[in-house]
């Protein structure tokens, strides 16, 4: 105590003395006027030399003077040190209250004393203090210190109440609590009191408590709270209410944390509900916490102290988790609260938490983890109770026995203790001090009271009214006063139990009557504990009921049985959950429960102030969980609680807390219980429970309920959303329900539980442990991230079998964490991959570890990372590498390591076969991957380790070192050395090392530091190591350096090499240097320089070294050209080296030249893209006048224009060339044109010209090397004049060898046409024109066709097809032949032509094909017939069926005796006109009647009618619809026309009816005598195997056939080689078609042998039929012969391997039309075809459609249409590359197609 309790021994002058450096510290704050007035206070004379005038002196010289002053007072008489002390008090301003207090107290008294004493002042004034001041303020302090003794009386009595219970005394510095992060507002100010307001005491410790680990006493906790909030954490029964009431027992007796100065406000929120009126501060004091009988005057002088001095308050806040309201946030720059006015209660602790009341006092709030989350931003500091370890528990059992009278017989105690230390359930719920009393009361009922744990019965009615009464007086004591919280303060308190509650049994009393027959039983000798949490529940709970006097025995029958107390507390429990009510009232509960209740302590007593001020009692039941135990029985005994309301109480619980997480003030464990009670082992309980509360089902219904909870369990078990805490939650439910279904449900979806970021306790490892067991052999893995777990739980975890993964995350797992768990970590036996990362384990921990590991055999992944082993304990975990040979893969990045650690490594590779891949990256990772070596013959695979080595710290000495270890690695395959910083010297030295490498594949060294002399080094190795390949180089913002190796260490030039720098600027010196190098490479080898900058002096330099490198075969330049002059000096290549194969220049885009071996013939020159303007244009004509022969030259794309052009065009003559120039994109007009015409008649060997002017911009010039060669032109899209068909006609009729003209929608109109026809009359002869024009159709089709033949007689056959006219002009001739087919042509309009034709006498050829003729038609050609003796061909192939045509025709076809060829095709014949057409049989040579209609009469009479065409040579029969006896009559005719050579039968067999087998049969056999045959069709005849028989026999003998087709046949594999093989006899063969068979792998075969000698074959379609990947080559070693292959179709074969077909085309110089759709070909595919295109000049379609091409095949494609101008089209329709890309691509070159037309 202060020494101000008594005034009697006070001397003012040594307290003075006594706090003279904090006066001098209090003094030194004050303003001068205050200390001037102070100084008066001393005589003048003593005053002479103080000056307090800070601005005449310094800070240092006033606190002199205050010195001076203080020491004058320290030896002053009594009285005048008293006035002065009372002066001081007055005046001053930040006195500390301690402080203010004692001086107050000691002047009073001092002064009293000396009242007669005379002032000391000389002055003659009075030198006390103001007598109005001193009025004020010394009353308001007393009446301070008397409501603070009031207080600590109260708080005195309050603890002497719970103290009297308690079984061992409270002891704050024995409690544990261990520290968390609090989460402080950053703009809230700090209102801690400085050190003044201290007072000296012991100042809050500066350690780190950010970690959850960090642990401290209570007493060191609370110390230096003072000013600040602070939040007491605690589960329920943790003890937080006795720990508060302590506290302020401790206050009142001046010891603990809190001044006593202080006032000490003990306040709980159960109170606080109560209060539903707004109430101010004074009110909240004087009539709700303690009230003060006094004035209203004092209680004003209280509160004004208290609002003048709120730091010397400390306000205790306990129990917020039973808070009805939630606090609200208040803004910090919000003003201060008014504490006179009314406010809600819960504004009042908002504003003392918020500082908005009272700031600066001392708060400290007690509440559950989950309600922390409401003070965020407002708490300065937050602990956490712990529980209690084993050692406490047992200690309190101890104390428990011994107060309870059981100290004679020891072994109750050491029996009870070990019982409940073996029990998981005992000793988890001990580890709360409240828990651990009923654990207690059980183990009592347990071991002195014959319980029965295993039947859990309630006992029925026993015991007397006598006994019960007698009971009653006992317990009247065991009622608690003072408002503890029931749960902590009572009988289940944290520390206290009522030493008599059970009443002075003897054992002979303690006799529990079974509940079914009444019959007593004796106590069991070996108590056992129930298995479940939910069972030992139930013995708790009879354990409880039996602690009624009136269960004794006895023959009065008394008021309650147990059965129906259970029942009501059940009910009442089941409404205070529903309602979140904890608290009860009298009228709640029914008396005589209430009595039975507190008798057995099930209720505690609590009494409550009303808002009013008087003081009622209230109930709860001991514990929390109690009361959700009874509301589960509810539920599951009564049939008012519903199947919803259940539903809706049955969820998980998470232990991770969320702002809006919905507050309780339960523990959340109602549904645990409820899925305990639905065991099996608690149907007998529930329902006798459920007869008993008059519910009606009994049995049924309880199971009922019970498969309900089971149900909702199952849809947990399969939900696939659950978190960590839910999914232990899950386990612990599915553990209390027994059900080993249930548990193989939850991991049968969860290959690894993943807990992550909670507390783990004993009992959450054993309810993991009964999931996990369920799992059988599959195994599972568990994950704790994070989780906070201590090592007493690793003693359990090994209960959990068949786990495959370990995983542990978090710091908070260090060494003794790793030794404790090396322990354990062999009982894993089927243990597969362990994870112990992102730890706190070092060298030490390692080497547990490592030991611990090397007993587990099956381990295969071994995760390390992120700790602090550092080389030494990395070595520890490398040394078991040899002795787990099933290891996979070990992580040991993060460590701390250096090279050290990677050399040990290293080092193992050569003792350890089975290392497969060691990857250091600096300090981040560090990986060794494990080959897995066979077990079944103990064959160990052959090791190809790689290493890879980045960022690493360098220094001379290490890398030496390290390269000694990699050359003793010789199996070493893979080494990435990048990003080392290894620069010149350390290239050197890995150079140097690898003739010991001799099994490397590849070296990466990128982001080195690697300059101009490490790749100078580079290309000299290239050519002195022969096992090395290619070097890769780029030296741009990302180096990158890669060397690649081949086993195959051929010394040949064979054996192509790479040397690739890409992305750097090389300047002169550089280039000269590099190739200097490589000069001496004895092997092929490419040189890339790609993506690189190279100046103009650069190129000059590598094109003269070109010459040197003999082995070059490829130089890549792309994008490394920007200059028109250095692509320049590249083509110079073709003068300076005769190896030059080809040149291909496009500045900034692709550049390469190609070199072969030996002297080439003739080059390949491409330059596009340049601006090549005169002077460049001059230089690059004398480059190719000085070169060799080209075969090709491309200038496309160089803005020549016309100009450039024509000077181009006037030195074509100098240049040597064989095939083709393309001068396409050069912004040609028609003038441009006609200079490129002109090259027909000024150059000889020019063989034709193509010009389009078109969107398609295209210009090519072809040559020939034949002399007289045929010439051609075409025009098209070049939007012509009438003058340029002059011009045009002029150059043509300069050119004797023109043959052929093509314009194509040029724009020409009629009359141009016509006089350019005109033009070509006087002069040409032997040539043909075609002009399209989209106008040509109809009307204006046949005015064109009569102008011309009125303009011209030269003109030998004239014909429109669709729209486009085809004139073959002969001088001196007359027409033969006139056709107008498909050109929307009708009948009337062929009326104008009749003059005309009439005046053709010779006209052999009429053609009026698929047209409108109708009988306008019909009659015109009946009108003309007559005046055309000589017609011998007439062809009118119908478009629509239409019978009067061939009706009026007859009788003039009859009369038509020249005509010899007549095709009616499509057309209706009728009877009649059968029978006429008939006559004119004989003299027919062809005859077409395919798709004709007839009647069967006419049709017989037709086919009857073909036995007397002796004559004909040609019949085509296509698709007629034939009967049994018209087919006879076929087969019979066929028999008798011997001179028969096209035969066309296609789709004939369809309308044979069911003798179709036999029918093909005899029409086979028919055509035995036809030897003759050049050409048959028989497509769609459904023939089988005996048709081709039968054909195979008949193809020896046509010997002249020179096309076949059986397309759409049922041709089989066997059959198709019996079929190749016959074709051998058809040397003539050209055509072949065989699509949409059974032909497969044997017919390619066969066609690889036979096709070779079939020189002629110029089309080849074998589409639709199952050949596969043998059959494919078998086809490519076919074509490769076939040098006159023009067309081969493979659509949708079988296969997408084709590029042996692919490849094969490059053998087929006439190739022009090549079909691969639907074959599912990808980009190797269309690769193989873009290398062999430019091979193909005159190939001009592909079919692609519908394969996988994706944008890297089509890339490929459009570059080698560059080498291709022949080629029109690319179909790539349905393969895998998007509309954007294909329109990108499209753009590039528009000869590809994607579309579906």
């Keep these: 105590m202060d020494e101000e309790a008594d005034p009697d021994n006070l001397n003012v002058n040594s307290v003075l003395a ?191 408590y950010g970690y959850m680990d960090s642990r401290v006493t209570l007493e060191t906790f609370l110390q230096g709270c003072a000013g600040k909030v602070t939040v007491l954490v605690g589960q329920a029964g943790s003890g937080k209410t006795l720990l508060m009431s302590c506290l302020g027992q401790q206050w009142a007796h001046g010891l603990g944390p809190i001044p006593s100065s202080y006032l000490f406000v003990l306040q709980e929120f159960r109170q606080l509900n109560v209060l539903s009126h707004p109430l101010s501060l004074s009110e909240l004091l004087f009539r709700h916490y303690l009230p003060l009988e006094g004035s209203n005057d004092e209680k004003r002088a209280i509160v004004d102290y208290l609002l003048s001095n709120p730091e010397q308050s400390c306000w205790v806040l306990d129990g917020y988790e039973e808070f009805h309201s939630k606090l ?263 008396q005589d429960v209430l009595e039975f209740s507190i008798r057995t302590g099930l209720l505690a007593q609590v009494e409550l102030r009303r808002e009013d001020g008087i003081i009622v009692n209230s109930y709860r039941f001991i514990h929390l969980t109690i009361q959700e135990f009874l509301a589960a029985l509810r539920i599951m005994t009564s049939t008012d609680v519903s199947d919803m309301q259940l539903k809706k109480r049955f969820s998980l619980r998470t232990r991770w807390t969320t702002k809006s997480d919905q507050r309780t003030v339960f523990t959340d464990s109602l549904h645990l219980y409820v899925c305990g009670l639905a065991s099996p082992h608690c149907t007998p309980d529930l329902v006798q429970l459920a007869r008993t509360s008059g519910g009606t089902g009994g049995q049924s219904w309880v199971q009922k309920r019970q498969t309900l909870v089971l149900k909702l369990l199952k849809n947990f078990c399969h939900s696939n959303t659950l978190t960590g805490p839910k999914i232990l939650d899950l386990c612990h439910c599915v553990q209390e329900s027994q059900d080993n279904q249930l548990a193989k449900q939850v991991v049968g979806t969860r290959p690894t539980l993943e807990l992550r970021n909670i507390t783990l306790l004993r009992n959450d490892i054993d309810a993991l442990a009964f999931v996990v067991n369920s799992v059988g052999d599959n195994g599972i893995g568990l994950d704790f991230g994070a989780c906070s777990m201590e090592l007493e739980c690793l003693d359990v975890l090994p209960s959990c079998q068949f786990i495959h993964y370990l995983s542990f995350r978090s710091r908070k797992y260090g060494d003794k964490f790793a030794e404790k768990l090396s322990s354990i970590l062999p009982k894993f036996t089927t243990l597969k991959k362990l994870e112990f990362c992102g730890a706190s384990l070092t060298t030490t921990g390692a080497a547990s570890l490592a030991s611990a590991l090397q007993n587990c055999p099956n381990i295969t992944e071994i995760n390390l990372s992120d700790n602090n082993l550092k080389d030494q304990g990395i070595k520890h975990i490398a040394d078991i590498f040899t002795k787990q040979p099933r290891l996979v893969l070990v992580r040991l990045g993060q460590n701390n390591s250096s090279l050290e650690a990677v050399d040990y490594l290293i080092g193992k590779m050569s003792s350890c076969l089975n290392i497969q891949h060691l990857n250091a990256d600096g300090k981040k990772e560090l990986t060794v991957t494990f080959f897995q070596n066979s077990d079944l013959n103990r064959h160990v695979t052959k090791s190809e380790p790689t290493i890879s080595l980045l960022n690493q710290t360098w220094s001379k000495p290490k890398m030496q070192k390290l390269a000694k270890s990699l050359a003793r690695c010789t199996a070493l395959s893979v080494l990435d050395l990048s990003s080392n910083c290894l620069g010149n010297t350390g290239l050197k030295k890995l150079l140097d090392i690898l003739p010991c490498l001799s099994n490397i594949q590849e070296i990466n060294a990128s982001n080195n530091g690697i300059g101009t002399e490490g790749v100078v080094m580079l290309a000299g190795a290239l050519c002195s190591h022969n096992n090395l390949t290619q070097i890769h180089i780029s030296l741009g913002e990302i180096e990158q350096v890669i060397l690649k190796f081949s086993p195959d260490e051929r010394d040949d030039k064979q054996q192509l090499k ?505 029409l086979l056999a028919a055509m035995e005598g036809l030897i003759r045959m050049e050409e048959i069709e028989l497509e769609s005849w459904r023939m089988a195997d005996r048709g081709i028989e039968q054909l195979t026999r008949l193809l020896p003998l046509w010997t002249e056939l020179r096309k076949i087709s059986l397309s759409k046949n049922l041709i089989s594999d066997q ?90 085309l490059a053998h087929c110089p006439l190739i022009q039309d090549v079909g691969l759709g639907w074959n599912n070909c990808g980009d190797n595919v269309a690769v193989e075809l873009a290398r062999v295109m430019p091979l193909c000049q005159k190939l001009n379609r592909i079919d692609l459609e519908s394969n996988t091409v994706s944008v890297f095949g089509a890339e490929a494609l459009v570059r080698a249409l560059q080498s291709c101008p022949a080629l029109q089209l690319i179909r790539l329709w349905r393969n895998k590359v998007s509309p954007s890309e294909a329109q990108r691509l499209s753009l590039r070159d528009r000869r590809l197609n994607f579309s579906f037309t």
């Design 1615 to 1704: 059959s198709g080689d019996k079929l190749l093989e016959a074709l051998k006899s058809c040397s003539h063969l050209e055509e072949l078609h065989l699509s949409s068979n059974g032909l497969g792998d044997l017919t390619a075969a066969r066609m690889a042998l036979v096709l070779p000698s079939l020189t002629h074959i110029t089309v080849l379609d074998i589409s639709e039929n199952r050949i596969g990947y043998e059959g494919s080559v078998s086809l490519s070693k076919a074509i490769t012969c076939m040098k006159n292959l023009t067309k081969i179709y493979l659509t949708s074969i079988g296969t997408s391997e084709l590029c042996a077909v692919a490849a094969s």
């Design 18 to 208: 006594q706090e003279f450096s904090e006066l001098l510290q209090v003094l030194s704050s004050q303003s001068p006027a205050i200390l001037l007035k102070l100084c008066q206070i001393m005589p003048s004379d003593a005053r002479r030399n103080i000056n307090m005038d800070p601005s005449s002196c310094s800070a240092a010289a006033v606190t002199e003077h205050i010195k001076v002053m203080l020491e004058y007072f320290r030896v002053a008489n009594h009285a005048d040190c008293c006035n002065f002390l009372q002066s001081m008090c007055i005046l001053c301003e930040g006195i500390p209250m301690r402080l203010e207090s004692r001086l107050m107290s000691v002047a009073g008294y001092a002064n009293n004393v000396s009242e007669n004493s005379s002032p000391c002042g000389t002055d003659g004034k009075s030198s006390s203090a103001p007598s109005e001041q001193q009025l004020i303020k010394r009353p308001r302090i007393d009446h301070w210190e008397q409501y603070i003794a009031a207080v600590m009386r109260l708080l005195q009595r309050r603890w002497e109440r719970l103290s009297e219970r308690l079984v061992r005394e409270v002891q704050p510095e024995n409690v544990w609590v261990r520290l968390r992060t609090a989460n402080r507002g950053r703009d809230r100010p700090d209102q801690t009191p400085g050190s003044a307001d201290k007072g000296g005491r012991t100042p809050e410790l500066d350690g780190d």
């Design 328 to 590: 609200t946030r208040q803004e910090v720059q919000r003003e201060l609260l008014d504490p006179e006015q009314p406010l809600p209660v819960a504004d009042l602790i908002s504003g003392l938490l918020n500082r908005h009341l009272l700031p600066g006092c001392t708060v400290v709030v007690t509440c559950r983890a989950r309600d922390v989350m409401d003070f965020e931003g407002i708490l300065d500091k937050v602990g956490q109770l712990q529980g209690w370890d084993c050692h406490e528990i047992k200690e309190y059992v101890d104390n428990f026995f011994q107060i309870k009278g059981h100290s004679a017989n020891k072994a109750v105690g050491v029996q009870a203790a070990d019982l409940l230390l073996s029990s998981r359930h005992l000793l988890a719920m001990s580890s709360l001090p409240a828990l651990c009393n009923i654990c207690c009361i059980c183990l009592e009922h347990l071991l002195l009271k014959g319980g029965n744990p295993r039947g859990t019965q309630i006992p029925e009615e026993t015991g007397s009214e006598r006994r019960r009464k007698a009971r009653e007086k006992e317990e009247k004591g065991v009622q608690i006063a003072g408002g503890g919280r029931g749960e902590e303060g009572s009988i289940g308190g944290s520390y206290a139990q009522s030493r008599d509650q059970g009443g002075g049994r003897t054992r002979g009393e303690d006799i529990m009557m079974d509940g079914t027959n009444g019959r007593g039983q004796m106590p069991s000798t070996q108590a056992q504990i129930p298995s479940t949490l939910t069972q030992v529940y139930l013995t708790i709970l009879g354990a409880f009921l039996s602690r009624d006097p009136n269960t004794r025995g006895g023959n009065d029958e008394p008021k309650t049985t147990p059965q129906s107390v259970v029942c009501e507390l059940s009910q009442l429990a089941w409404k205070g959950l529903e309602d979140s009510k904890i608290l009860f009232m009298e009228k709640d509960i029914s």
């Design 1058 to 1562: 790479m040397f690739r720098i890409n992305n750097s600027s090389l300047m002169p010196s550089d280039t000269t240097q590099i190739c200097g190098r490589l000069i001496q490479c004895r092997s092929h080898f490419e040189l890339d320089l790609s993506h690189s900058s190279l100046p103009d002096e650069a190129i000059e330099n590598l094109v003269k070294v070109l010459p040197k490198m003999a082995s070059l075969q490829r130089l890549n330049v792309s994008h490394s050209i920007t200059s028109t002059a250095g692509a320049l000096m590249l083509v110079r290549c073709l003068t300076v080296s005769q190896r030059v194969k080809s040149v291909e220049i496009t500045p900034q885009i692709e550049s390469f030249i190609h070199f072969d071996s030996v002297k080439v013939e003739q080059a390949s020159c491409r330059l596009t893209h340049c601006s090549l303007n005169g002077e460049n244009l001059e230089r690059l004509l004398e480059i190719l006048q000085q070169g060799p022969q080209l075969s090709d030259l491309d200038l496309s794309s160089n803005q020549l224009e016309d100009e450039g052009v024509k000077r181009f065009l006037d030195s074509l003559h100098k240049l040597n060339i064989t095939s083709y120039v393309n001068l396409s994109n050069n912004g040609l007009s028609q003038q441009g044109l006609l200079d490129v015409a002109s090259t027909l008649c000024t150059c000889n060997n020019v063989s034709g010209v193509e010009v389009s002017l078109g969107a398609e911009e295209r210009c090519l010039i072809w040559f020939t090397q034949c002399e007289g060669c045929v010439k051609t032109l075409s025009v098209r899209e070049s939007s012509l004049e009438h003058d340029h068909l002059v011009r045009l006609a002029e150059i043509v009729s300069t050119s004797p060898s023109l043959i052929k003209l093509e314009f194509k929608n040029n724009l020409l109109q009629s009359a141009w046409i016509e006089d350019f026809v005109k033009l070509l009359n006087s002069s040409q002869r032997g040539f043909s024109v075609s002009i399209e024009e989209r106008w040509i159709r109809s009307e204006e089709a046949v005015s064109l066709v009569c102008r011309c033949l009125d303009l011209s007689s030269n003109i030998h056959t004239i014909r429109v097809h669709h729209t486009t006219l085809h004139l073959s002009l002969m001088k001196s001739t007359e027409l033969t032949s006139v056709s107008l087919v498909d050109c929307a042509v009708e009948g009337y309009q062929l009326a104008s032509m009749k003059s005309i034709i009439s005046r053709c006498p010779l006209l052999t050829e009429l053609d009026f094909s698929h047209n409108s003729l109708g009988v306008e038609g019909a009659e015109f050609l009946c009108s003309v017939l007559p005046s055309l003796p000589n017609l011998t061909c007439l062809s009118i192939v119908s478009k629509e069926a239409c019978v009067t045509v061939v009706e009026k025709l007859s009788e003039a076809l009859l009369q038509a005796a020249g005509i010899q060829c007549l095709n009616l095709s499509g057309h209706v014949i009728s009877d009649t006109a059968a029978q006429i057409m008939t006559q004119m049989w004989p003299r027919l040579k062809s005859l077409n009647l395919s798709h004709c209609e007839w009647s069967a009469a006419a049709g017989l009479e037709l086919v009857t009618a073909l036995q007397v065409c002796v004559s004909l040579e040609g019949l085509c029969l296509d698709s007629l619809q034939l009967n049994a006896e018209s087919s006879v009559c076929l087969g019979q005719a066929l028999r008798n026309i011997n001179s028969i050579r096209s035969l066309k039968l296609n789709k004939l067999v369809t309308a044979m009816g069911p003798s179709e087998a036999n029918g093909v049969l005899d």
